[in-house]
């Protein structure tokens, strides 16, 4: 069991991790309007929340972990005190132009229709979710027994799942754009070609209507 300091130091200490989030900012941010609104899901220690917030886009946050939430108090204590990160609860009492959930928050989530039925009522028309996921067709983990005796399901499926302590599961993108559908539909999956083959995370951006 890691604590929310020690997950902290390690993503800032982590060059592959410092890529992914890098990545992900840059995605995210071209599609943001001055002052947009965001909901940050499953903001684990505020690290993302804190960027954005810095770029004057107030940010409120979810966290379901209590030890991720108790550093991310510690982490963006500054801007909680001054309104630009806003902790909220499950029911997600917000509006916001859009929500962001980074480092595979969705990959622990089993069903996902009903959260984009909720996520409908928190953004606003035009707004849009952006999520970064593990990427279930990455060579790099054919070295894993697991990611071979799933292949079967993922294709047949389009999901699989196998036991860790946080209970992961994998989804073919087609999976979530159904799940999405008719709240959201699925505009943009990157990277695309080939290079689905070698990144471990893939972006999805998903619009509202």
Not at 187 to 196: D, H, S
Request: proline content about 5%; charged content about 20%; aromatic content about 12%.
């Amino acid at each position: 069991m890691h604590t929310g300091e020690q997950y902290h130091e390690f993503f800032l200490s982590s060059r592959r991790d410092l890529a992914v989030r890098d990545r992900f900012q840059k995605a995210l941010l071209p599609l943001l309007a001055e002052k947009a609104e965001l909901l940050d899901f499953g903001a684990g220690t505020g690290i993302d929340a804190k960027a954005y917030a810095a770029r004057g886009h107030r940010t409120y946050v979810y966290e379901p972990s209590p030890s991720m939430r108790g550093y991310l108090q510690v982490h963006c204590r500054s801007e909680i005190a001054g309104g630009t990160v806003v902790e909220v609860g499950a029911d997600l009492p917000c509006h916001v132009d859009a929500v962001t959930a980074n480092f595979a928050v969705l990959n622990h989530i089993a069903d996902h229709a009903p959260l984009f039925e909720q996520l409908y009522t928190v953004v606003r028309p035009g707004g849009f979710v952006l999520a970064s996921m593990l990427n279930p067709y990455v060579l790099s983990d054919a070295k894993y027994g697991w990611w071979r005796k799933n292949l079967v399901n993922l294709f047949r499926h389009g999901a699989y799942s196998f036991d860790t302590e946080s209970g992961i599961h994998r989804f073919a993108p087609h999976v979530l754009a159904r799940a999405a559908t008719p709240h959201f539909h699925l505009e943009r999956l990157f990277p695309g070609g080939l290079g689905m083959l070698t990144a471990p995370y893939m972006f999805l951006l998903f619009r509202r209507g």
